[in-house]
């Protein structure tokens, strides 16, 4: 991300992130509410309420503010939502399967695929009666949260936003999902971007960089060792130098 600027109805929330993850990486980005965490995530993404009003957002060169959101999907990049959408009449299984094969451009093997996903959910203790229910509806948060996990393990994509996808969730859950997002980077090979509130998910998600976010950009930058600073002495400091 090269300088990025994004409003939100005429209201200019992002203002000016520059942030390199390469393959191998994870990056926190830690923030108070509203300083503008899921709008990066969203803008990166490409939801259409969200306007980039400068900058470039590149995967391995390829300007992905050019592209639509499947594009950008089939490009490599992976979006697990703070608040994921219920999609009623839409089973986990076909949602599933569809997402996997518009990424790859490819159906995949029924067979391979029903194994892929029994050992998903399997190793994100989702019961197999989920691949029939209805894509999040009536799911509990920390359900969702699990299912977009379980997204991220069959996609397979270069690059992980994950938006708190911590928040709501107890300490096995969390477990849990931190060892499916451990798994995920296990290859070396793909890049993670973990946003979150607070610096319990890093215990089990060890980040190799911290960045602060607040009021639009980032505004400290560290190793793990922020992230324990920022336990003890919260945001403050930063919102005041920001505003
Ligand atoms: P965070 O994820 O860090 O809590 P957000 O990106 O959700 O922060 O919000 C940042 C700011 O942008 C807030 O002031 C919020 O009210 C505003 N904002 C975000 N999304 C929208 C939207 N769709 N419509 C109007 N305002 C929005
Ligand atoms: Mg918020
Ligand atoms: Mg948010």
């Given at each position: 991300?090269?300088?990025l600027?994004?409003?939100?109805?005429?209201?200019?929330?992002?203002?000016?992130?520059?942030?390199?993850?390469?393959?191998?990486?994870?990056?926190?980005?830690?923030?108070?509410?509203?300083?503008?965490?899921?709008?990066?995530?969203?803008?990166?993404?490409?939801?259409?309420?969200?306007?980039?009003?400068?900058?470039?957002?590149?995967?391995?060169?390829?300007?992905?503010?050019?592209?639509?959101?499947?594009?950008?999907?089939?490009?490599?990049?992976?979006?697990?939502?703070?608040?994921?959408?219920?999609?009623?009449?839409?089973?986990?299984?076909?949602?599933?399967?569809?997402?996997?094969?518009?990424?790859?451009?490819?159906?995949?093997?029924?067979?391979?695929?029903?194994?892929?996903?029994?050992?998903?959910?399997?190793?994100?203790?989702?019961?197999?009666?989920?691949?029939?229910?209805?894509?999040?509806?009536?799911?509990?948060?920390?359900?969702?949260?699990?299912?977009?996990?379980?997204?991220?393990?069959?996609?397979?994509?270069?690059?992980?936003?994950?938006?708190?996808?911590?928040?709501?969730?107890?300490?096995?859950?969390?477990r849990?999902?931190?060892?499916g997002?451990?798994?995920?980077?296990?290859?070396?090979?793909?890049?993670?971007?973990?946003?979150t509130?607070?610096?319990?998910?890093?215990?089990?998600?060890?980040?190799?960089?911290?960045?602060?976010?607040?009021?639009?950009?980032?505004?400290?930058?560290?190793?793990?060792?922020?992230?324990?600073?920022?336990?003890?002495?919260?945001?403050?400091?930063?919102?005041?130098?920001?505003?």
């Amino acid at each position: 991300m090269r300088d990025l600027q994004v409003a939100v109805e005429d209201k200019e929330i992002l203002r000016g992130v520059n942030l390199t993850v390469r393959a191998g990486e994870t990056h926190a980005i830690m923030g108070p509410n509203g300083s503008g965490k899921s709008t990066l995530a969203y803008a990166i993404a490409g939801h259409p309420k969200y306007t980039v009003t400068g900058g470039q957002v590149l995967l391995d060169g390829a300007d992905l503010l050019d592209m639509t959101v499947d594009e950008r999907a089939r490009a490599g990049l992976f979006l697990a939502m703070q608040y994921p959408v219920e999609v009623p009449g839409v089973s986990v299984s076909n949602f599933l399967r569809s997402a996997v094969t518009s990424v790859r451009g490819e159906a995949p093997k029924l067979r391979e695929f029903a194994k892929d996903l029994k050992a998903g959910m399997d190793a994100l203790s989702i019961d197999a009666a989920f691949a029939q229910r209805n894509l999040n509806e009536g799911f509990s948060g920390g359900e969702k949260k699990r299912h977009e996990i379980l997204q991220l393990e069959l996609l397979k994509p270069k690059i992980a936003v994950l938006d708190e996808t911590d928040s709501g969730l107890d300490v096995d859950a969390l477990r849990v999902v931190s060892e499916g997002i451990n798994r995920f980077r296990s290859s070396g090979e793909t890049g993670v971007l973990l946003i979150t509130h607070y610096t319990r998910i890093l215990r089990y998600v060890k980040p190799d960089f911290v960045h602060v976010f607040a009021g639009g950009r980032i505004v400290e930058q560290g190793g793990p060792e922020l992230a324990e600073k920022l336990e003890a002495e919260g945001y403050e400091a930063y919102v005041k130098a920001s505003a």
